[in-house]
């Protein structure tokens, strides 16, 4: 199925050079002498890399054929990530490399969407938030104002910045967009 730059949209996955690319973020322009143009920012699904790149508004795209499975975590060996599919059984192994950022977010049993292009596993998406828990992190500071944060490390490995009351043991909510504190749990 064709698409027409003019016809994008956030989150639409094409091909291009070969490749399957999403966009992250598009503007059209409309300069002052000639065709309209549409800057993009996309992100190869193939390489994780991040690209800004301007296209006529004409230019016509193929539709990237990307199959989403949704899968549950189950363990990590050796920077090895194992996944199932909990209808069929049906394992997947992802690198270091593929997983990213992700490996901050995953735990035993959290369910992610499995993003395949070709019968190949390209990466992850979690979801928007995860609930984790502080592994490390010192006690509150008596007398601080309640605005003050301190470090923490959750139990994945995540270090991140926390408000004062939160304690060592406690489950607390994390935006996998940034890997902010983003509440209690």
């Known amino acids: 199925m064709a698409i027409e730059a003019g016809d994008f949209k956030t989150g639409l996955t094409i091909i291009v050079d070969d490749d399957p690319w999403v966009v992250l973020d598009f503007q059209h322009v409309k300069p002052g002498k000639g065709a309209a143009i549409l800057k993009t920012k996309m992100r190869n ?16 795209f193929e539709a990237a054929p990307i199959e989403k499975k949704m899968v549950s975590f189950s363990y990590s060996v050796d920077n090895v990530y194992t996944f199932m ?10 690198t270091d490399e593929q997983i990213g950022f992700n490996k901050y977010f995953i735990y035993d049993g959290l369910e992610v969407t499995l993003i395949m292009f070709e019968g190949n596993v390209l990466t992850i998406n979690v979801p928007a938030t995860v609930e984790l828990v502080v592994g490390e992190t010192s006690p509150a500071i008596k007398g601080a104002p309640s605005s003050q944060t301190k470090d923490a490390m959750t139990e994945t490995g995540l270090s991140l910045r926390v408000p004062q009351f939160i304690a060592q ?17």
């Open 169 to 185: 043991g406690e489950k607390i909510l994390v935006s996998t967009a940034d890997g902010k504190y983003a509440g209690r749990a």
């Open 45 to 60: 699904l193939k390489t994780g890399s991040t690209q800004e790149r301007n296209f006529n508004a004409s230019t016509k």
């Open 85 to 94: 599919d909990m209808e069929t059984y049906e394992t997947f192994d992802l």
